[in-house]
């Protein structure tokens, strides 16, 4: 079955320092792949997405690029501010047959320090 | 604001009580789906549906179901409520067309006493 393996956190960084979270998957078929952000008492909100391998997924100032030969889609962000305190989720869509579900990560806590 | 709604925002209710969670997907989505998210188990998926049918299913008690109405707003039935049952459930919509990307609601946080 799929599955996705995000590195485990916690992880604190320093505002302006570079951000790396890990994220490898195993899927049948040609997956979609995603990124999502949960602040603080919220729920999760779509972050970036990649439909095919090479594609690299980008919204404020995050970056992932969907690595087909390694099986990765690492989140990166150049410079982080406190306000990118949250836990980040890495997911699949399988395109393939009638069910769509996503698979996700168990979610990396992301604290960022003045 | 995802377009997904979703009520009440929290229940505080008793063990053996019976709750029923509501959701509205976004304009146009015809997927539903339910997720539970707990501390020890993280973000587990329930089950999906797709203009009306059930379409998938995940790690659902079968004290738990749910249903998708002709106006694709979808409720939660979760019975005999254990102790264990306390988390943040959520619900998302997804358009019909690929990648499928989910958008999901605030959540409701259920608490049972």
């Known amino acids: 079955g799929n599955s996705v393996t995000q590195m485990e956190g916690p992880v604190t960084l320093s505002e302006e320092a570079f951000l790396t979270i890990n994220c490898t998957y195993t899927?049948?078929?040609?997956?979609?792949l995603f990124w999502y952000v949960q602040y603080p008492g919220e729920g999760l909100q779509l972050l970036l997405k990649?439909?095919?391998?090479?594609d690299k997924g980008s919204n404020k100032g995050f970056e992932a690029t969907y690595r087909k030969e390694t099986t990765s889609f690492h989140l990166e962000k150049g410079s982080v501010q406190v306000s990118d305190s949250a836990v980040y989720f890495c997911?699949?869509?399988?395109?393939?047959?009638?069910?769509?579900?996503?698979?996700f990560g168990k979610g990396t806590l992301l604290t960022v320090n003045p | 604001d995802s377009g997904v709604t979703q009520t009440p925002k929290h229940l505080i209710t008793a063990t053996g009580q019976r709750v029923t969670l509501r959701c509205s997907p976004r304009?146009?989505?015809?997927?539903v789906y339910w997720y539970q998210q707990s501390l020890d188990q993280g973000l587990q998926f329930l089950i999906q549906?797709?203009?009306?049918?059930?379409?998938a299913k995940g790690n659902i008690l079968e004290r738990f179901s749910a249903q998708q109405f002709p106006d694709l707003h979808s409720e939660l039935n979760l019975s005999s409520l254990e102790l264990g049952d306390s988390a943040l459930y959520f619900c998302?919509?997804?358009?019909?067309?690929?990648?499928?990307?989910?958008?999901f609601g605030p959540g409701t946080r259920l608490t049972v006493t």
């Open positions: 998302a919509s997804s358009p019909t067309a690929p990648p499928y990307e989910q958008y």
């Open positions: 899927a049948t078929g040609y997956p979609s």
């Open positions: 990649a439909t095919k391998a090479d």
């Open positions: 997911a699949l869509s399988d395109r393939r047959g009638s069910n769509y579900k996503l698979t």
């Open positions: 304009s146009g989505d015809l997927s």
């Open positions: 549906y797709y203009n009306g049918e059930e379409r």
